[in-house]
């Protein structure tokens, strides 16, 4: 009884957070502007359609609602119509010729970035198989870096890195589990079947990939930096988000062993070459 006391508690706050915004939004909709510019805000107003008159009477208001409603409409049921049948084509293909399906699917999405010289940037937004890692933070902690290596290996073993070999990949939470399991990724391509049709080492695909500092331990960076380069090391944080690095000078200047050169390097050098723009520190 207690515990879905404070469950209904708990959710009657959350709708609450989202909600408050959004009635907030409605209620100052009623408001005129000499109300809706006051500071501190007023909470007590008589309510008026001022707004409402004025959005009404404005030049092509009904025409751009109307523009747009039929262009959302009709983009959505052409995506539906085309997405629905091919999605039903798909989904009962034998894995072989469903696969190179897929490959011809992700290389199209790719092209633009290959052709215009921009990077990949990955990141996952929930980890896969929540219900296992629901204790202990483990959907974060170990979650989000497996995904990365799903990634990473996906695009090493799906033949996307050879087909694209000016692509440049920025790995989140610094490349995750791919790199620490590069020798077990290089015994499974000499072991499986599966893995015949690569033709080189998985170590040999460790600096086709940037890396960002989300590691939160100083040696384990600098283990990361001695296998791939301080050149494939890019100053990513993951800021706002609550396991980000907060302070990603520090940290960089509490690796042991790195240069004055090499954190600038880090910190200002690889993240202009990887997005094209000039910095100060350029030489």
């Known amino acids: 009884m207690v515990r879905r006391a404070v469950a209904t508690v708990i959710l009657v706050v959350l709708v609450c957070i989202v909600l408050l915004p959004l009635a907030w939004i409605a209620l100052s909709s009623f408001k005129s502007r000499l109300v809706l510019l006051a500071s501190p805000p007023v909470l007590l107003f008589t309510p008026t359609l001022e707004n409402y008159a004025t959005a009404i009477s404005s030049h092509g208001l009904i025409s751009n609602v109307v523009v747009s409603t039929v262009v959302a409409l009709v983009s959505s049921l052409v995506a539906v119509g085309l997405g629905y049948p091919a999605a039903s084509a798909l989904a009962p293909m034998t894995r072989p010729v469903g696969r190179h399906v897929l490959f011809l699917i992700l ?98 695909y460790l600096r086709r990939f940037h890396y960002d500092l989300i590691t939160h331990h100083p040696q384990i960076m600098r283990n990361l930096i001695d296998l791939v380069g301080v050149d494939r090391i890019v100053a990513g944080t993951d800021f706002p988000q609550g396991m980000s690095v907060k302070q990603p000078v520090d940290f960089v200047e509490s690796i042991p062993g790195l240069t004055h050169r090499e954190r600038e390097i880090i910190l200002s050098d690889n993240p202009a070459r990887l997005l094209q723009i000039s910095t100060s520190l350029d030489h």
Do not use: Q
Request: charged share 20%; aromatic share 12%.
């Open 107 to 204: 290389t199209t999405r790719l092209v633009p970035a290959v052709a215009l010289g921009l990077p990949l940037f990955l990141t996952n937004l929930y980890p896969t198989d929540p219900e296992r890692m629901k204790d202990f933070f483990m959907i974060n902690t170990l979650g989000n870096p497996r995904e990365a290596g799903y990634a990473a290996v996906s695009l090493m073993c799906g033949g996307v890195l050879d087909a694209f070999p000016n692509l440049e990949v920025f790995l989140p939470h610094a490349g995750g589990t791919f790199p620490w399991l590069i020798g077990r990724l290089d015994l499974g391509i000499k072991f499986s079947g599966e893995l015949k049709h690569m033709k080189k080492p998985a170590y040999e």
